[in-house]
């Protein structure tokens, strides 16, 4: 039960305003820890609506609205993470083509 409730938390965005705004320390490294901290919560977002599923066909005890909305946040997040990846891969390709 407690991976159905950790699912039903609030989604955070994939780049929240905390993360535009990097420390001294991180100012190098700050979009890669931030596309990467962003591919782990899709990943868990993804790990836990499968583990809600598999307890609700399973006759655990799950809410199947909790259920819904899990798989709901995970495709959502997904779907957001995809579009940032073509985003990226459109803008690295206009730079390749670009002639000096």
Known sequence: MTSIQSTTQSFTPLLSPSMNSPTAGEA???FKSALL?????VNSMQMDADKAVETLMTGGDADPAAV?????KADLAFRMMMQMRNKMM???QEVK???I
Not at 37 to 41: G, L, R
Not at 68 to 72: E, F, G, I, N, Y
């Open 28 to 30: 190098n490294g700050s």
């Open 37 to 41: 901290k962003s591919i782990d919560d």
């Open 68 to 72: 819904l909305t899990a798989v709901q």
């Open 90 to 92: 459109q803008v690295y």
């Open 97 to 99: 083509d670009i002639r």
